[in-house]
């Protein structure tokens, strides 16, 4: 409980801490159906969201997952891939790193299309030009929705 001179709160769910699985080795694709996988293996009582280059496990019900429940479902999914041989799994407390020794061809599957060099395409929505100065103005307009000033 805490309070102070206006409030008062009381926290019913304490936090836990949250494992976490670093796959910043891994394709997109190789993530995404990593994180189906462990939601898969939790049966309702967790999920497995994508967390920027993580999965972060979140517990939903029940008591608290353990990190070798987790870890045993990473390296069962790794295990059952054609190339199984490229991945390894490492423990380190409540946070499970993958390495893969194909990390160039994951860095090269992350790449979706290399435009022509008279080509310009915004970061934010893929709003494409041949003109410099449209370019930046587009961009203005983004930072300026975003209240940036360029």
Known sequence: ??????????SLFPAKPMIKVDCSDLSGMTKLGLAEAISDGLGGKGIALLDGKDIAIDTLSGPELGIARIQSM???????????????????????????????????????????????????????????????????????MRGIAR
Do not use: W
């Open 1 to 10: 409980m805490h309070c102070d001179t206006v409030n008062c709160s009381v």
């Open 74 to 144: 990473v390296v069962s999914y790794l295990s059952g891939r054609k190339d199984a041989s490229a991945y390894s799994v490492e423990d380190k407390g409540n946070l499970i790193v993958v390495h893969s020794s194909a990390v160039v061809s994951a860095q090269e599957k992350k790449v979706s299309s290399v435009l022509p060099p008279n080509l310009l395409q915004c970061p934010d929505c893929g709003f494409l030009t041949t003109s410099q100065n449209q370019y930046e103005d587009h961009l203005r307009i983004h930072d300026l």
